[in-house]
Nanobody
Framework: VQLQASGGGLVQAGSSLRLSCATS????????VGWFRQAPGKEREFVAA????????SYEDSVKGRFYISKDNAKGTVYLQMNSLKPEDTAVYYC???????????????????WGQGTLVTVSS
């Protein structure tokens, strides 16, 4: 599956953005789709994930209550709605997908073998 992430941009603290992750040539049926981010000089970290079939979601603690991951079955797209953005949310955001992510590994970037190109989110203070 090929992934296309979009929706990043430059916003002020407190603003919202919605990121999109779409596939080309396949569907997300049976996949777990995750969002990860990498800030300058830092390791890539988990943000959120959703199991396409069940809708089960998981969030990193620092984004709970601010970010929401969702899916559109008709469009075959996964969204990351980001509210109340903070400067520390500044990073390149990547979507990733895999059919074989077990629940205990849903936050591990090594569990995902398909990655999009990343979209930059910059939050100014």
């Amino acid at each position: 599956v090929q992934l296309q992430a979009s929706g990043g941009g430059l916003v002020q603290a407190g603003s919202s953005l919605r990121l999109s992750c779409a596939t080309s040539g396949d569907t997300f049926r049976g996949y777990t789709v995750g969002w990860f981010r990498q800030a300058p000089g830092k390791e890539r970290e988990f943000v959120a994930a959703i199991r396409w079939n069940s809708g089960l979601t998981s969030y990193e603690d620092s984004v709970k209550g601010r970010f929401y991951i969702s899916k559109d079955n008709a469009k075959g797209t996964v969204y990351l709605q980001m509210n109340s953005l903070k400067p520390e949310d500044t990073a390149v955001y990547y979507c990733a997908a895999d059919r074989n992510v077990i629940l205990s590994s849903i936050r591990d970037n090594g569990a995902y073998h398909h990655w999009g190109q990343g979209t930059l989110v910059t939050v100014s203070s």
